[in-house]
């Protein structure tokens, strides 16, 4: 059961341009956090949003948790070629692992094209 | 970095055979997951480990098993591979509560079923 659904799959933009991801769930989750994936390489977390409402900004990227936490976006400004990647969005429904199944639940990804 | 590294990073493999991936971390983290990566499906977790000797399932455990006799060591085992198993895997650490705290990922493992 995919617990996370992220829109759009693809997207595929000119430099310059500004973008929003979205994250969506029907689950509450305690944290939510953004991955950036490069081709043959393992996710790099980006930011974890904690608190419901709250805003996260990493230069030209922002983040935003829901109110009610079930989802998730991520905007970016002015979007540029070093922005290329699959980004992926994961939930944490625990606090803590262990007691059953648990770590991060994670969205398929968005896979991310900025043509210069 | 976190220091985490997998091996093989590459095995190509046939059906029935027993396969062993090895998560090697130099962090100490306590936490330490697998997770399976595949086209239309994302990341989702195999098993993880939340201390010595300590694991538990995840979401797609069937057809494997883990061990970690060391705090840097984590092993994926497939007892008898099949083609459905084909795909990349990647182990996780992590220091706490994996609520708030980073998941840091090695770079993967991509297994091929015969």
């Known amino acids: 059961t995919q617990l996370l659904e992220q829109s759009p799959q693809f997207l595929s933009i000119q430099e310059g341009e500004n973008l929003t991801v979205y994250c969506n769930s029907s689950?509450?989750?305690?944290?939510l956090q953004w991955y950036r994936q490069e081709p043959g390489e393992g996710p790099v977390l980006l930011v974890t949003v904690v608190t419901g409402g709250e805003v996260k900004k990493l230069k030209r990227l922002t983040f935003q948790f829901g109110d009610a936490r079930k989802d998730s976006s991520l905007h970016i400004t002015a979007a540029q070629p070093g922005d290329t990647g699959l980004y992926l969005c994961a939930g944490a429904r625990r606090m803590y692992s262990g007691g059953g199944a648990d770590g991060l639940t994670f969205g398929k990804g968005t896979h991310l094209i900025i043509q210069p | 970095d976190a220091g985490i590294t997998q091996s093989p990073r590459h095995k190509v493999t046939e059906t029935g055979t027993p396969v062993t991936l090895r998560c090697h971390q130099t962090e100490n983290h306590r936490y330490m997951y697998w997770y399976r990566q595949d086209p239309g499906h994302g990341l989702r977790l195999i098993h993880y480990?939340?201390?010595?000797?300590?694991?538990d399932k995840g979401e797609v455990s069937d057809g494997y098993s883990v061990s970690r006799s060391k705090t840097e060591d984590f092993l994926l085992t497939l007892e008898s591979a099949t083609s459905s198993q084909t795909s990349v895997y990647f182990c996780a650490t992590g220091l706490g509560a994996v609520s708030t705290d980073t998941q840091y990922f090695g770079p993967g493992t991509r297994l091929t079923v015969l």
């Open positions: 689950s509450v989750f305690s944290s």
């Open positions: 480990s939340y201390g010595v000797k300590d694991t």
